[in-house]
């Protein structure tokens, strides 16, 4: 999934916060990149493209689902 008008460091530090706020153990070196216990997600700034590249994985789609359904609601809550 691609997104777009989120403000670089300030927002992804929100993200990040989002996310241990929500159980996940979070590293920010390259985005967010947070394991929660049923799913794992990424979000990172596009290298070329003013974007945020977002990625969920898990065992199964429905969990990778949730995951971005997850994620979605911590972006929303990162625009300006």
């Given at each position: ?45 596009s290298n070329t493209e003013p974007i945020v590249r977002l990625n969920s994985e898990a065992e199964n789609e429905k969990k990778a ?16």
């Open positions: 999934m691609l997104v777009d008008k989120v403000d670089g460091k300030a927002d992804f530090a929100k993200l990040a916060e989002a996310c241990e706020r929500n159980g996940a153990t979070v590293e920010t070196m390259d985005g967010v990149h947070a394991v929660f216990e049923n799913f794992v997600l990424l979000m990172r700034a689902a949730e995951g971005m359904q997850l994620a979605k609601r911590f972006l929303a809550g990162c625009r300006i």
